[in-house]
């Protein structure tokens, strides 16, 4: 498993982890878990029982034949003065697969070529929301190229403010032509990594300047970034209306390769209100499991 599976993987489990995080939360607040509120309510109450017996059946049965509709996300991949790629222009290119143990999460794969370059993606998208752009580029020309790849992910429903972040970039550089030179640079003025709230730039990654070069030994691959690459903030961020995305532009030198894996994730922070609500629901659950 190379650097671009095994950080995609682990972008992948960080997502899925967020379930069972809000589970354990609520577990260590005294509260039932959802399958034992609904035995208990069942217990209590045949009607209840009929109705939810008779609700679960409808919708399994809209389940069945309901279609899973990929997101509307706007890829770019382009060079500056050169050619481009945009989703918007080839909307049944690539593959696009529903994640067999996520909900909403959609994985959307592909690859392009022409002269100027070559480029693999895999995306990782879902609305509520978090996006993984993981791609692979190589300069297919003789001279030094600016590239820029480009997500944007439509978001539904909004996350009101304040919310949670957290994003993260990682990668390695390749001599891909053997000539035993290699180096990969940020773009004067701009950040390789910018994480985008509602088509606005909200926070950067490996700001200007920021480079890596091979070590002179042809055909040599070197990770980064070697400083910080990720940011997480547990509160008080903006939230979100409509869309979130990712812009990575960065330099590359002639017949050589950049991989890179760039996440970005925000998450609804519940209201101190109802962090009360639910503390005290804990304390009223535990004095009823003592008092038995």
Known sequence: MNLFQKTRKTALARRAGRATLKMDKRVGLGLPAPAELRERETMR??????????????????????????PNVNFVISQAGGPSWDF????????????????????YT???????????????????????NSFAITNNTGVVQTYSVNVTLPVFPAVPSPS????????????????????WATVPGSAFYTAIIDGVPYQPLLPDPSSVTTPGIPGATVPFPLGPNFFSFP????????????TNTFTLTPGD??????????????????????????????????AR
């Open 45 to 70: 109450s045949p009607r209840l029982f009929v109705a939810a017996f008779a609700g679960t059946a409808a919708l399994c049965a809209s389940s069945a034949f309901a279609t899973p509709v990929p």
């Open 88 to 107: 918007a222009n080839y909307p049944n290119f690539g593959t696009w697969s529903p994640d067999s143990s996520t909900q909403n999460l959609w994985h």
């Open 110 to 132: 592909g690859a392009w070529t022409n002269s100027s370059w070559t480029c693999n993606w895999a995306l990782d998208l879902d609305a509520d929301p978090f996006v993984s």
């Open 164 to 183: 949670a972040t957290f994003g993260s970039v990682s990668g390695s550089l390749g001599d891909t032509n053997n000539n035993g030179f290699a180096q």
């Open 235 to 246: 509160g008080g961020q903006p939230g979100v209306v409509t869309s979130i995305g990712i």
């Open 257 to 290: 390769s950049v991989t890179f894996v760039s996440t970005f994730r925000v998450d609804p922070v519940p209201a101190p209100a109802v962090g009360s609500l639910l503390g005290l629901g804990g304390l009223v659950a535990l004095r009823r499991r003592r």
